[in-house]
């Protein structure tokens, strides 16, 4: 059977849609959420002897996969960049 390259791209296309998680993706990730459940009191207990220090980068490297992760926005301040200021009158 020969398939051709515009059906072949539209099939790759249906097979890695933007936004969709595969099955094992979402398998996994109920998993790992069960995990976590059961465990909660041991993650609590094993926070609870860290130093501060510890326990803050823990706490800072579980949460990049609870909260959004936002893009870094860069602003390129050139040389000659002048900014206005608007005021107001009362």
Known sequence: MIISSQRAKEMGAKSSRKGIPNKSTKEIRGIIQT?????????????????????VKTILSLAKYVLPIKKEE?????????????????
């Open 35 to 55: 995990l976590l459940e059961n465990n909660l009191d041991k993650i609590q207990d094993d926070l609870d002897q860290m130093t501060p220090e510890q326990r």
């Open 74 to 90: 860069v602003f390129k301040q050139e040389d000659n960049f002048k900014p206005f200021v608007i005021s107001f009158k009362e």
